[in-house]
């Protein structure tokens, strides 16, 4: 009804539409049911989170394992783990743990065997870091065997993982790294070494080569972000840069510095005269290294001479070099180096057979553990009177470059274990040069 004008009563108001309230029952349920849902679902997303973390925790968990020392050779061995403030030394066999470094002198040599039975032979004068000693905890998954090799050489000889998914045995030194896995679809044992080569003109390990050598089996070498396969009976050695050198049978040189390319670094000079002729007879002979060339090959070359000048007596001057390295193949040794002899007097090896412008003598301890010297001498004047037996030594062309190589393996009785390298001339005057000095010997894992 239209209100009319004058008409003091109000228009009618239509009543406004009614919704349910927040609080509304069926709202209330709703949001319950809404909020159970998410609290479900994260619930859910937490217990397959918890359960993924438990089966993952279970599968990698792995667990620290000791290794023993045993002695090979040599009476006493440093150890220091992660707690010492120093090294302790041990002379008996003695179990090691994860960080614990491994020190050998000169002529001691120790096996470390893992709880798997994988040995890894420690040579003379090497420090050893066991960073890693593991397997899974709860199932047969992994093994894990990890050593940084600091000096020296390492052998290792790899057991098969047997029931364990996977087995890795890894060897580290001056930032390369060698690898030999199993797998229980590929079951491997197998051997191989790592050596850090010294210039010896004490570069830091980092600027060293690496030398690695497989025995048996195959193994991954890594330097620099290059990576090399080597399997059975091959060796290389890697230079700082990663790149590798030749593939060849696995040699161990037993010299450093053999060149001379690092001066006398590794080598210690000498003049001497008998206890008869000190004082009287001058010690007027030089030992130097100089530059020359061989088939067109620049060399440095050690000389070492004594001036024509007609002073009677005899003097001796050369170089020595400390090796203290066992042999593992003792039927295997061999003795390279190129000799040019310019002057020698007397002629022959003078009145008493022992005056020569070069002789080399090894010291080293024979198989029953004896203290042994062996030398040959090498002139290039004979003298018709006083001849030469061929064991004593040989004859060489004068004035001219000479590449010898000397078999040693039938030595009797055979050596065990290399003393010291001996470089040296006897008499009243020569002029003799050397060089690419080497002393090699075949590898075998024992």
Known sequence: ???????????????????????????????????LGVVSAWSFILLVALISGVVWASRHATEAHDARITFISGSGVLIRSPADADWRLIDADQ???EGDRVSTALGTVVTLTAFDGTTVEIAEDSVVTIDRMRSSRFFDRTKLVTLRL??????????????YSYSELVIEAAGARAVMASEVSRQQEGAFLVEIVSPGDGSAPADASVRAAVL????TVTRADRELTLTENQQTVIDPTGVAGKITAPVRELLVNGSFENGLAGWVDFRQQNAQQAGIVPVNASVDLVSDQIQGADVVALAISRPSDGTAGTVQAGVRQRVGKTLRVI????????VRITDQQPAGGGDD??????????????VEGKERTWSHAYYAV????RPIDEFRGSRVERDAWSRVSYDLSNLTPLPRQITAVVLYASGQSYQTRVTN??????????
């Open 1 to 35: 009804m239209t209100s009319q004008a004058g008409d003091p009563r109000p228009e009618p108001v239509s009543p406004a539409p009614q919704f349910d309230g927040p609080r509304s029952p069926e709202n209330q349920i709703k949001r319950a049911w809404l909020v």
């Open 95 to 97: 179990m090691v743990s």
């Open 150 to 163: 600091e000096r020296g050489a390492v052998y290792a000889n790899m057991v098969p993982s047997g029931n």
């Open 216 to 219: 048996r089996g195959q193994a």
């Open 331 to 338: 039927t295997s040794l061999r003795l390279q180096f190129d």
């Open 353 to 366: 057979l022992n005056q020569f412008p070069l002789i080399v003598m090894l010291d080293y301890i024979d």
């Open 382 to 385: 004979s003298d018709p009177d």
């Open 437 to 446: 000095v080497s002393l090699t010997s075949g590898e075998l894992l024992r």
